[in-house]
């Protein structure tokens, strides 16, 4: 449990005491590559912090399947509509590769929160996190190439193109997958000269 307390200690600093009420609340689960982790249509009562792996968010869209973001290690993973209003949820989660997460169910959380109100910080701060990042990421779709979002990709979390199947990039950077094909040919070739 040393990633999630490193990280939430960049935030706020915990005692032995709060560490220990911390650990009490969290449950750890492995997933292995290709499993499902959440889906659509439950309710969301759980928010996830990735220690190892990688999660993939994806949506099912008239049968397919469209990839909407990638988690990797020390963020967090909430299907936040879902879990804040109680209403069956539209996305799911699934292991890339095998994956530790570690676990909150909302009751646990709740009893965390009156023992540790300072907790209340880490909820604000991974919810502000997750706003940044789909700003970002709606940002990149309106301003940048295809080929653009490819490269940030690729100089931002190269290890994905490791963990991760390259149809599931290419739905992630909303291109074919001939089209990614092409892309990273012309990257390559660009490179070379």
Do not use: H, W
């Not at 292995?32 to 912090?49: M, T």
């Not at 993939?56 to 049968?63: C, Q, S």
């Not at 979002?149 to 909303?174: C, H, M, N, W």
């Amino acid at each position: 449990m040393d990633k999630i307390i490193k990280t939430i200690n960049t935030y706020v600093s915990l005692t032995k005491l709060e560490i220990e009420y911390l650990k009490e609340a969290i449950t750890k689960k492995v997933y292995q590559k290709n499993e499902l982790i959440f889906s659509q249509g439950k309710i969301s009562n759980e928010i996830y912090f990735v220690n190892e792996g990688c999660v993939r968010l994806f949506y099912n869209v008239d049968g397919k399947d469209k990839t909407a973001f990638f988690y990797t290690s020390s963020q967090y993973i909430c299907a936040g509509e879902s879990y804040t209003y109680n209403i069956p949820a539209t996305e799911n989660y699934q292991a890339m590769s095998p994956t530790e997460l570690y676990v909150m169910t909302k009751p646990k959380i709740e009893q965390l929160l009156k023992k540790v109100p300072k907790m209340e910080i880490i909820a604000r701060v991974a919810t502000e996190n997750e706003l940044i990042t789909c700003q970002k990421l709606i940002a990149c779709f309106i301003t940048k190439s295809p080929e653009e979002r490819y490269v940030d990709l690729l100089e931002t979390q190269g290890k994905l193109f490791q963990q991760v199947p390259q149809q599931y990039i290419a739905s992630y950077l909303g291109v074919s997958p001939e089209t990614l094909s092409r892309i990273k040919k012309r990257i390559l070739d660009k490179s070379r000269s």
